[in-house]
Protein backbone atom coordinates (compact mmCIF):
# COMPACT_ATOMS: atom_id res chain seq x y z
CA UNK A 1 0.00 0.00 0.00
CA UNK A 2 1.47 3.61 -0.70
CA UNK A 3 1.32 6.31 0.74
CA UNK A 4 -1.91 7.70 -0.90
CA UNK A 5 -3.50 4.56 -0.70
CA UNK A 6 -3.60 4.89 3.25
CA UNK A 7 -6.36 8.11 2.59
CA UNK A 8 -9.19 5.49 0.96
CA UNK A 9 -10.21 4.15 4.48
CA UNK A 10 -9.02 6.65 6.71
CA UNK A 11 -10.36 9.84 8.30
CA UNK A 12 -6.71 11.62 8.46
CA UNK A 13 -5.60 14.40 6.29
CA UNK A 14 -2.95 14.05 4.44
CA UNK A 15 -1.23 16.98 6.25
CA UNK A 16 -1.66 15.02 9.63
CA UNK A 17 -0.44 11.30 8.37
CA UNK A 18 2.43 13.42 6.93
CA UNK A 19 3.50 15.17 10.04
CA UNK A 20 2.86 11.78 12.15
CA UNK A 21 5.03 9.84 9.59
CA UNK A 22 7.93 12.38 10.22
CA UNK A 23 7.55 12.16 13.95
CA UNK A 24 7.76 8.44 14.25
CA UNK A 25 10.65 8.04 11.70
CA UNK A 26 12.89 8.56 14.76
CA UNK A 27 10.57 6.83 17.58
CA UNK A 28 12.42 6.20 20.42
CA UNK A 29 12.20 3.02 22.42
CA UNK A 30 11.62 5.14 25.77
CA UNK A 31 8.74 6.64 23.99
CA UNK A 32 7.00 3.73 23.50
CA UNK A 33 5.19 3.38 26.60
CA UNK A 34 3.52 7.02 26.86
CA UNK A 35 2.37 5.91 22.61
CA UNK A 36 -1.59 5.56 22.94
CA UNK A 37 -3.21 2.51 22.37
CA UNK A 38 -4.56 3.94 19.46
CA UNK A 39 -1.55 5.45 18.12
CA UNK A 40 0.78 2.66 18.78
CA UNK A 41 0.30 0.52 14.97
CA UNK A 42 0.69 4.12 12.74
CA UNK A 43 3.64 4.62 15.34
CA UNK A 44 5.83 1.50 15.08
CA UNK A 45 5.00 1.06 11.13
CA UNK A 46 5.90 4.90 10.39
CA UNK A 47 9.00 3.67 12.20
CA UNK A 48 9.20 0.98 9.86
CA UNK A 49 8.47 3.24 6.93
CA UNK A 50 10.65 5.91 7.88
CA UNK A 51 13.59 3.59 6.52
CA UNK A 52 12.37 3.24 3.35
CA UNK A 53 14.01 5.42 0.65
CA UNK A 54 11.85 8.12 -0.02
CA UNK A 55 10.37 6.65 -3.19
CA UNK A 56 9.96 3.50 -1.41
CA UNK A 57 12.22 1.86 -4.05
CA UNK A 58 13.85 -0.58 -0.79
CA UNK A 59 11.00 -1.59 0.80
CA UNK A 60 11.16 -5.69 0.07
CA UNK A 61 14.71 -5.31 1.28
CA UNK A 62 14.00 -3.22 4.39
CA UNK A 63 10.94 -5.59 5.46
CA UNK A 64 12.80 -8.84 4.42
CA UNK A 65 15.57 -7.37 7.20
CA UNK A 66 13.22 -6.50 9.75
CA UNK A 67 12.71 -8.67 12.92
CA UNK A 68 10.25 -10.72 13.57
CA UNK A 69 8.05 -8.85 15.90
CA UNK A 70 8.40 -5.83 13.36
CA UNK A 71 7.73 -7.88 10.57
CA UNK A 72 4.58 -9.28 12.32
CA UNK A 73 3.06 -6.16 12.95
CA UNK A 74 4.09 -4.66 9.65
CA UNK A 75 2.58 -7.77 7.73
CA UNK A 76 -0.68 -7.51 9.55
CA UNK A 77 -1.34 -3.81 9.37
CA UNK A 78 -0.59 -3.33 5.57
CA UNK A 79 -2.94 -6.40 4.89
CA UNK A 80 -5.42 -5.29 7.21
CA UNK A 81 -5.54 -2.48 5.11
CA UNK A 82 -5.42 -3.28 2.24
CA UNK A 83 -8.31 -5.87 2.96
CA UNK A 84 -10.24 -3.25 4.08
CA UNK A 85 -9.38 -1.15 1.31
CA UNK A 86 -10.27 -4.02 -1.74
CA UNK A 87 -10.54 -7.27 -0.22
CA UNK A 88 -7.94 -10.08 -0.30
CA UNK A 89 -7.82 -9.43 -4.85
CA UNK A 90 -6.06 -6.35 -4.07
CA UNK A 91 -4.02 -8.16 -1.57
CA UNK A 92 -3.06 -10.82 -3.88
CA UNK A 93 -2.60 -8.04 -6.77
CA UNK A 94 -0.03 -5.83 -4.52
CA UNK A 95 2.08 -8.08 -2.26
CA UNK A 96 2.95 -11.82 -2.53
CA UNK A 97 1.59 -14.78 -0.84
CA UNK A 98 4.69 -15.07 1.22
CA UNK A 99 4.16 -11.30 2.43
CA UNK A 100 0.44 -12.39 3.05
CA UNK A 101 1.37 -15.67 5.15
CA UNK A 102 3.64 -13.64 7.48
CA UNK A 103 0.80 -11.24 7.92
CA UNK A 104 -1.70 -14.10 8.91
CA UNK A 105 1.47 -15.27 11.48
CA UNK A 106 1.51 -11.52 12.48
CA UNK A 107 -2.06 -11.55 13.37
CA UNK A 108 -1.22 -15.15 15.16
CA UNK A 109 1.31 -13.43 16.97
CA UNK A 110 -0.01 -10.58 18.25
CA UNK A 111 -3.49 -12.90 19.30
CA UNK A 112 -5.95 -11.86 16.56
CA UNK A 113 -6.35 -15.75 15.64
CA UNK A 114 -9.73 -15.46 13.74
CA UNK A 115 -8.11 -12.93 11.67
CA UNK A 116 -5.24 -14.67 11.11
CA UNK A 117 -7.58 -17.84 10.19
CA UNK A 118 -9.24 -15.70 7.54
CA UNK A 119 -6.09 -14.89 5.94
CA UNK A 120 -5.12 -18.53 5.99
CA UNK A 121 -8.08 -19.15 3.88
CA UNK A 122 -7.10 -15.86 0.86
CA UNK A 123 -3.79 -17.99 1.14
CA UNK A 124 -5.65 -21.53 -0.10
CA UNK A 125 -7.81 -19.67 -2.21
CA UNK A 126 -4.90 -18.54 -3.76
CA UNK A 127 -3.48 -21.40 -4.17
CA UNK A 128 -6.02 -22.96 -5.97
CA UNK A 129 -6.65 -20.21 -8.51
CA UNK A 130 -4.78 -19.88 -12.15
CA UNK A 131 -2.74 -16.81 -11.64
CA UNK A 132 -2.09 -15.65 -15.13
CA UNK A 133 -2.13 -11.97 -16.12
CA UNK A 134 0.75 -9.23 -15.27
CA UNK A 135 0.25 -5.89 -13.58
CA UNK A 136 -2.12 -3.71 -15.37
CA UNK A 137 -5.36 -2.20 -15.04
CA UNK A 138 -7.28 -4.17 -16.65
CA UNK A 139 -5.31 -7.16 -14.20
CA UNK A 140 -6.64 -5.49 -11.40
CA UNK A 141 -10.20 -5.11 -12.39
CA UNK A 142 -10.46 -8.58 -13.61
CA UNK A 143 -8.88 -9.89 -10.36
CA UNK A 144 -11.04 -7.30 -8.40
CA UNK A 145 -14.35 -9.21 -10.17
CA UNK A 146 -13.12 -12.43 -9.38
CA UNK A 147 -15.47 -13.69 -6.51
CA UNK A 148 -13.21 -16.63 -5.20
CA UNK A 149 -12.00 -14.65 -2.21
CA UNK A 150 -15.98 -13.11 -0.66
CA UNK A 151 -15.86 -15.88 1.77
CA UNK A 152 -12.31 -15.25 3.21
CA UNK A 153 -13.37 -11.14 2.75
CA UNK A 154 -16.79 -11.53 4.84
CA UNK A 155 -14.71 -13.89 7.21
CA UNK A 156 -11.83 -10.93 7.63
CA UNK A 157 -14.40 -8.50 8.16
CA UNK A 158 -16.06 -10.24 10.99
CA UNK A 159 -12.84 -11.36 12.72
CA UNK A 160 -11.18 -7.59 12.21
CA UNK A 161 -11.68 -5.00 14.73
CA UNK A 162 -9.22 -2.10 14.32
CA UNK A 163 -9.39 -1.42 18.18
CA UNK A 164 -9.06 -4.35 19.34
CA UNK A 165 -5.79 -5.24 17.42
CA UNK A 166 -4.42 -1.99 18.66
CA UNK A 167 -5.32 -2.99 21.60
CA UNK A 168 -2.81 -6.14 20.87
CA UNK A 169 0.02 -4.94 19.11
CA UNK A 170 0.46 -2.19 21.96
CA UNK A 171 0.85 -5.41 24.42
CA UNK A 172 3.28 -6.81 22.08
CA UNK A 173 4.83 -4.25 20.88
CA UNK A 174 5.67 -3.30 24.71
CA UNK A 175 6.54 -6.92 25.36
CA UNK A 176 9.02 -7.23 22.10
CA UNK A 177 9.85 -2.79 22.91
CA UNK A 178 13.92 -4.05 21.91
CA UNK A 179 13.06 -4.46 18.56
CA UNK A 180 11.16 -1.57 17.81
CA UNK A 181 12.15 2.17 17.92
CA UNK A 182 15.79 3.63 18.20
CA UNK A 183 17.76 3.89 21.29
Known sequence: MGRLD???????SADIFMENQKRYAALKKEELEGIPEGEIVSAV?????????????????????L????????CADYTAKEVLGGGFAQVFFNTSPDFVSAAAD??????CEKTASAVDKALEIHKGLDKKGGRSLEDFLSLAENSDYAEADRDFLDAYDEKRFASLVYKYVIHYKKYFGEE
Request: net charge negative.
Open 6 to 12: YFAGNGQ
Open 45 to 65: TGWIEGKFAEDWSDMCEKINS
Open 67 to 74: PTPCLNVY
Open 106 to 111: GFRAVG
